[in-house]
Nanobody, 123 residues
Framework: QVQLVESGGGVVQAGGSLRLSCAAS????????MGWFRQAPGKEREFVAA????????SYADSVKGRFTISRDNAKNTVSLQMNSLKPEDTAVYYC????????????????WGQGTQVTVSS
């Protein structure tokens, strides 16, 4: 069992930056692939970024490539999402998720989820 708690959400103007963090507790964090997903009102949950257990592989949605960076610190049991050049369409609840195995972009492939943190980008 893994417990995930996100933090760092808030309100920011378009073009600004935010850094989301996800703290994990429970089973050994370093064995899990970690992902960030987001869900806007009335829309399905969508993949944002993911990082392999060792941190050597990452994957990004096309919509955030070049603007967002995912990273992890296995010593601190944390995964972060640095979000730059934010756009109003990035507004959503952002979720941290964990799975055993390789990177996947489908939410249903992730076993553990945090409660989410709201990100609002004003124009």
């Amino acid at each position: 069992q893994v417990q995930l708690v996100e933090s760092g959400g808030g309100v920011v103007q378009a073009g600004g930056s935010l850094r989301l963090s996800c703290a994990a507790s429970g089973r050994t964090f370093s064995i899990y692939t970690m992902g960030w997903f987001r869900q806007a009102p009335g829309k399905e949950r969508e993949f944002v970024a993911a990082i392999s257990w060792g941190g050597n592989r990452t994957s990004y949605a096309d919509s955030v490539k070049g603007r967002f960076t995912i990273s992890r610190d296995n010593a601190k049991n944390t995964v972060s999402l640095q979000m730059n050049s934010l756009k109003p369409e990035d507004t959503a609840v952002y979720y941290c998720a964990a799975r055993e195995g390789r990177i996947q972009t489908i939410p249903q492939r992730y076993m553990y989820w945090g409660q989410g943190t709201q990100v609002t980008v004003s124009s």
